[in-house]
């Protein structure tokens, strides 16, 4: 429990939203799992082929794109191209940091994970309402340009 004795009310319930946040965070991951698991992909996969389904990038762009460590991005890179779902290749603008770019394997599988996604945010869409969705999507906006500033 979270002794909230010397939060302002606006505080504790900062608190309160950011541990929210990190539950939703894992039902989301796991949410992931499921709709990735028929193509034999994960959460972290899809974050890498999404990142890289309109243009081959360097694992360190991902990485800053995604808000993630650049190793994990290279462990789940490096599955990727071992499983034939992307290849790695020459880049113009760096001798070492290849770039990463599905394969059409790999374009193939993201498609189906694709369709699945967009049945499962339209259901739940419906259920949370539009109008609510945009509201919490304003406001997480306003955070995020918060936290970039603020990070302690």
Excluded at 115 to 144: F, P, S, Y
Aim: aromatic share 6%; proline share 2%; net charge positive.
């Amino acid at each position: 429990a979270v002794n909230y004795m010397a939060y302002t009310r606006s505080g504790k319930t900062f608190t309160e939203f950011v541990l929210l946040v990190f539950r939703l965070n894992g039902l989301l991951l796991e949410a992931g799992d499921h709709l990735t698991a028929p193509v034999g992909q994960t959460s972290a996969r899809w974050q890498v082929m999404g990142c890289i389904d309109d243009e081959a990038r360097t694992v360190a762009d991902v990485a800053r794109i995604m808000g993630l460590a650049r190793q994990s991005v290279q462990r789940v890179a490096d599955l990727l191209v071992k499983d034939g779902l992307a290849v790695y290749s020459e880049n113009p603008h760096h001798k070492r940091a290849k770039l990463l770019k599905l394969n059409a394997k790999g374009l193939k599988a993201l498609r189906t994970i694709e369709k699945a996604q967009r049945t499962w945010a339209n259901a739940i869409g419906k259920e949370v309402g539009e109008r609510d969705l945009v509201k919490v999507l304003k406001v997480l906006e306003q955070l995020h340009q918060i936290l970039e500033k603020k990070t302690p």
